[in-house]
């Protein structure tokens, strides 16, 4: 396998590889975890899955001026000002990002199974190393690579900036992605890399408008991605636009364009809210107790209840879920209703025969309306014409996308963030992207690393004030580099 250094020049790994992790993905083994693993598909009832989602973002706070002030993690930032609001927490935070690394260990050699998907922004990765908390990187690292450890832990992709995917072009969206493979590759190996097959979008975030659900898709399956994970509720059902009725099996999300053209990947849905209390008390696994095997394609097969959370906000995740998934991994071992993570789960079912085709289908929200009067391939202008004949007739139809929560829109009231950013992804393009400037080039890397970083979500899930002035700032800076290299 292939070597990347983790750091060039200062800056996290982030492009300049691309060519060699094209080669990894493409030569990939086809199975992941199925050869390894113990659980006897075939005694299933059901199955759980949790994931874990991990992200600080990159904030110019290393000083006094914001214009000046060298970029740090919040996590550095809640270190060294304990005394403000909750930063308290910084240590315990530092504990959540390793303590899988001596859970999972742990469980192993006590004869047990357990189960966890991870999912870490790209600034969070790079805010531990920076600050120097190589034990959280390193206890990862054993879980990941050593082969008595991996096949309980998944790791899922993402946005390397945490960027939302409905609100940011999908150009830079696609950079996101590959600057993720790029430095999990640098931390991790190349090796651990070929085994990443599913997506975990920031915020649960699912473009619907149909031309940038087509682009976030094809991006993810150009970028090797087999799988997504999806929130229930920004989805419907062709033809009806109903809500899916079989949640706990995996379904096919199919997006056409404006041009007609069509393209799919496996969802699985993630069932209910986010709430942390879910995955902190280990709900998918009791709620999957409850249930027996349902019928796909004429065979009966296992249900697979599916949740994500934060794996660090709040006191259940702090504090309850340690205990909790250390009781629940040593009951589920053995049983007819195991934890499995997803890839895991995939393998054993299409290896009984299920075939993508198989899965029920299901499409972003709102489609159904627009096909009901537009159809595929009459052009992007008759598209536009469509959608806002819709707004206009109902408020609550959108193409802001769908997310986590129906209740807060990504768009709406953050101009003047959004704004910064279309400048920022705009002097990316024209001074880095439209010169053909190589990846490997140190500029593009700076500008990347800057535009990405300003893209993160954060600089609007927490409202108006500082953090969208470290948005805005971010923006500046990643124009003003962009410009540096004409």
């Not at 805010?127 to 998944?154: F, S, W």
């Not at 709620?287 to 027996?292: D, H, I, K, P």
């Not at 899965?359 to 536009?384: S, T």
């Amino acid at each position: 396998m292939h070597t990347l250094p983790e750091y060039i020049d200062g800056l996290p790994n982030i492009c300049g590889s691309e060519a060699t992790v094209e080669t990894v993905l493409a030569t990939r083994p086809d199975t992941v975890f199925r050869d390894a693993s113990p659980i006897r598909f075939d005694h299933v009832k059901s199955a759980a899955a949790i994931a874990l989602h991990m992200h600080q973002p990159l904030i110019p706070a290393g000083g006094h001026d914001l214009h000046t002030a060298p970029v740090i993690s919040n996590l550095q930032y809640m270190m060294e000002n304990q005394h403000i609001g909750d930063n308290h927490n910084a240590p315990v935070f530092h504990w959540c990002y390793k303590r899988i690394g001596e859970f999972v260990p742990q469980l192993i050699h006590e004869g047990k199974e357990p189960r966890v998907m991870l999912e870490y922004s790209g600034t969070l990765l790079h805010g531990l190393r920076q600050m120097g908390l190589h034990d959280v990187i390193d206890a990862l690292k054993n879980v990941t690579c050593n082969p008595d450890y991996r096949r309980a832990v998944e790791w899922l992709g993402a946005p390397w900036g945490h960027a939302v995917a409905p609100s940011t072009p999908p150009q830079d969206f696609r950079l996101h992605v590959k600057a993720w493979q790029h430095h999990f590759a640098a931390v991790f190996g190349t090796e651990a890399l070929a085994r990443v097959r599913g997506f975990s979008p920031s915020e649960m975030a699912l473009p619907n408008h149909p031309d940038i659900a087509y682009e976030y898709i094809k991006t993810l399956r150009d970028c090797g991605y087999t799988w997504v994970l999806i929130q229930e509720h920004t989805v419907e059902q062709p033809g009806n636009g109903y809500s899916p009725e079989l949640k706990h099996l995996p379904h096919r999300l199919v997006c056409v364009n404006s041009e007609g053209a069509r393209i799919d990947i496996i969802a699985i849905l993630k069932t209910q809210g986010s709430d942390t209390k879910l995955v902190a008390q280990m709900q998918p696994l009791y709620e999957a107790r409850s249930l027996s095997r349902w019928t796909l394609a004429g065979r009966a097969v296992p249900p697979l209840v599916t949740q994500i959370a934060d794996g660090e906000n709040g006191g259940v995740m702090m504090n309850e879920f340690p205990p909790k998934f250390l009781e629940a991994s040593r009951e589920a071992t053995g049983s007819e209703t195991p934890l499995m993570n997803v890839t895991e789960y995939l393998e054993y079912l299409f290896g009984m025969g299920i075939t993508p085709e198989d899965l029920p289908v299901v499409q972003p929200l709102f489609h159904q309306r627009i096909w009901d009067r537009y159809q595929p391939g009459e052009g992007p202008q008759k598209l536009a014409a469509t959608i806002e004949a819709l707004k206009q007739e109902d408020h609550r139809f959108h193409m802001d996308g769908g997310s986590w929560t129906s209740d807060i829109s990504w768009v709406k009231g953050y101009e003047n963030v959004l704004g910064p950013m279309e400048e920022a992804s705009s002097a990316f393009y024209e001074y880095l992207i439209k010169p053909a400037i190589p990846s490997h080039d140190p500029r593009y890397r700076n500008a990347l690393f800057h535009l990405l970083s300003a893209q993160t979500s954060c600089y609007r899930y927490w409202g108006q004030g500082l953090w969208t002035d470290y948005g805005r700032e971010l923006c500046r800076r990643a124009v003003a580099i962009a410009r540096s290299v004409a």
